[in-house]
């Protein structure tokens, strides 16, 4: 399937607590499985105190979310729309909208 989400990607959710949510992606994983988006799936943990934070505490942190549940956000159509992969003349291969072929890599 190859890597469909990249780093800096528009990206929405489709399942979850921030099930229609949109965010930019901040890391995708080595395997490409799992991906951090900016501000959504937030969870709550537990902060030891340290050095730098005396007193520790809870705070918000974001939890990677499945690229599966994922679909990424054309800039034209500006919907979640599937990619498709598109051989440029000089070979190179890059991501475009299902939809209406706007090319997402830039090249
Ligand atoms: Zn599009």
Redesign the pocket.
Known sequence: MGILVKKNDKVKILTGKDKGKTGKVLLVDKKNTRLVIEGLNMVKKMQRPSQQNQKGGIIDIESPVNISNVKVV????D?A?RIRKKQLEDGKRVRA??????IMDKV
């Not at 054309?74 to 159509?77: A, F, G, R, S, W």
């Not at 909208?97 to 706007?102: A, N, P, Q, Y």
């Open positions: 054309c800039p034209k159509c919907e729309v909208c299902g939809k209406c072929g706007e």
